[in-house]
């Protein structure tokens, strides 16, 4: 069963294919991204407050290296398929991340399928957005040179300030930290704003992101179907490293197709901007064609419901 916002994106999709003089305005566009990371991560905190930190040291820990480990897999893959260097290790880099909006359409259809998670799910985005972006970094800047042959640097100090206090990982994290320290009673107040309006909320985000995708589509027929391939085929094979790596956490069946469709995903907003200060040289457009234009409509359409089905498999009875 396709949940309803999954609909809203396809719409978005359709009007851009038709042509459809459909916009939303840009402002509320940034309004409804900042309400989304706030509220993900207030709904986090609240339930992280009620969790002993020390015994979550260990999914933590798990999260970081998936995130780290995804690019050292994938850049190699990416080269066989003939993308340079630095345009490998920059896509790589989009899939080791996390994309924020596809937890949210995941943790959606759970909650519609009557399949609970667990309630800290959103502390695992906030961890697993930096450590693939900071590898792909390293494989992109590996060897690198400039004009003169000589080996160029880049700036840790500002790069490292951009991707731990940029905006989607300040506000998923700010939103952590406050729902953690204020609990459920403590921001009662403000849950009619960011609890009830959620699922609405991202609805209208999906569309514009619907727009977006399907304004990229026609950029395909300018890398081939190698990447097509790579964008379809790469999120399954992740998904079930992450599966399996909730199975080995001991995770409910939820929260491994949580871990799974996160390992599976790839961002389009903290690491497009991150590797493009870092990484200047690489191709932009072929990684967010990847993964906004393919990846992204795969997972929310497919590929949320077989990662469940995935869990279910692994983890049977539960």
Known sequence: MIDVVVLFFLLGVFARLVKSDLRLPEALYETLSIYLLLAIGLKGGIELSKQPMLALLPQMLACMALGFAIPLVLTPVLRLLGLSRVDAAAMAAH????????FAVASAYLAAQGVSAEPHAALWVAIMEAPGIVAGILLARLGARNAEGQAQQVNWGELAHDVFFGKSVLLLAGGLVIGAVMGEAGTAPIAPVFMAPFKGVLALFLL??????????????????????????????????GALTGLALGLSTGGMAILATLAASASYIAAPTAMRMAVPEANAALSITAALGITFPFNIVLGVPLYLQMARWLNPGV
């Not at 026609?218 to 790469?234: D, S």
């Open 95 to 102: 899939y080791g991340s996390v994309s924020v909006v596809t």
């Open 208 to 241: 514009e992101l619907g727009l977006v995708a399907g304004g990229r589509l026609g950029e395909l027929r300018r890398y081939g179907l190698r990447i097509v391939v790579f964008a379809l085929v790469t999120p399954p094979v992740l998904a079930l490293g």
